[in-house]
């Protein structure tokens, strides 16, 4: 039987444990009187989160960004070095792109109203 509400996060590590014994979904969720649905998704949540930080991607927090420039977001800090640098050579290939983008869609826009 499924429980009304529970926050998922607290059995992520069991969930994660008792699937990696090779437990199905369905079962996980019987032992931890979870829904099947949920299980799933606090699965495909955490590979998600593992191929972003692998990728060396920003994990997206909820609220308001950090005020603090330059400083490396606490998830990216718990990784070794090298996924660190790649997190930092994504954000700034990120940052390059937007600024091409802004100057071609400036350069259409001046030659449109022909200023050049």
Do not use: W
Request: a positive charge; glycine letters at 6%.
């Amino acid at each position: 039987m499924s429980k009304k509400y529970q926050n998922i996060k607290q059995y992520e590590n069991m969930i994660l444990e008792l699937k990696s014994q090779g437990s199905t979904h369905r079962e996980i969720g019987e032992k931890l009187g979870l829904r099947y649905i949920q299980v799933k998704k606090c699965v495909e949540r955490y590979n998600k989160r593992q191929r972003m930080i692998k990728a060396g991607k920003e994990l997206h927090r909820r609220g308001r960004p950090s005020t603090k420039e330059g400083e490396l977001p606490p998830s990216i800090q718990r990784l070794d070095k090298l996924a660190q640098m790649r997190y930092v050579l994504a954000s700034k290939e990120r940052y390059i792109k937007r600024l091409e983008m802004e100057n071609e869609l400036m350069r259409d826009f001046l030659s449109l109203t022909e200023r050049k």
